[in-house]
């Protein structure tokens, strides 16, 4: 079992419709990363947070530690926003555990 | 704009072949990371450093060696290349006191 698990693994949307992907972890972190990667594969941090909520434009970002969990929304979706969304941890040390990852679809 | 860069974007090589993939960063990062991504499947790290001459391998095993000569390069070398060597290989780095991480845009390698 990963210890870290996304779901779905795959998300169609139409535009404006709003999304959520979630992740789950199994292990002691300091930190959680929302990671977007674009079909050429380069990856960009869209958040990193070790507690409560974050947001950037369209996007927002949730953590429950107690329960270790964590919640990636998009609002007003947009095809441009199609991608895989990743979630990592960083335990206890300063490395990044992946999880497999959400594919995103949005149809205009 | 990136921060960090990696060449070539894409590379296609016969069995056999030594390859280099290059990875600098402009940010002055102590730490930096390369990871391996099969299809379909999460990110592992495969090799870290935490500055020039540290090196240590990562979480999942790989025949590829790394050097960290200067703290903005971190090439990443595969001696004799093989079709189970084709994967995706993204680097990364990071400041040495923070959890942040910044990505390459990685190098799609496949070996035929």
């Known amino acids: 079992k990963n210890e870290v698990e996304q779901s779905p693994q795959n998300l169609t949307a139409q535009e404006g419709e709003f999304i959520t992907i979630n992740c789950s972890y199994s292990?002691?972190?300091?930190?959680l990363h929302w990671l977007q990667q674009h079909p050429g594969g380069g990856i960009v941090s869209l958040f990193m947070?070790?507690?409560g909520k974050k947001k950037h434009g369209r996007l927002i970002a949730t953590i429950n530690i107690q329960e270790k969990h964590s919640s990636l929304h998009i609002t007003a979706s947009h095809p441009r926003d199609s991608a895989v969304y990743i979630c990592?941890?960083?335990?206890?040390?300063?490395?990044?555990?992946f999880g497999t990852g959400t594919r995103l679809q949005v149809f205009p | 704009e990136a921060d960090i860069y990696q060449t070539p974007r894409y590379l296609v090589i016969g069995t056999g072949k030594k390859i280099t993939l290059e990875c600098s960063q402009t940010m002055g990062h102590d730490k930096m990371y390369w990871y391996q991504q099969d299809p379909g499947m999460e990110l592992h790290l495969i090799h870290y450093?935490?500055?020039?001459?540290?090196?240590e391998k990562g979480d999942l095993s790989s025949e590829s060696t790394v050097s960290r000569i200067r703290t903005e390069h971190f090439p990443l070398t595969l001696e004799s290349a093989r079709p189970s060597h084709t994967s995706q290989y993204l680097c990364a780095s990071s400041e040495f006191n923070s959890l942040e991480n910044t990505f390459g845009s990685g190098t799609r390698l496949t070996v035929v």
């Open positions: 947070l070790s507690s």
């Open positions: 990592a941890v960083v335990k206890n040390t300063d490395k990044l555990i």
């Open positions: 450093s935490y500055g020039v001459n540290s090196t």
């Open positions: 292990v002691g972190i300091s930190a």
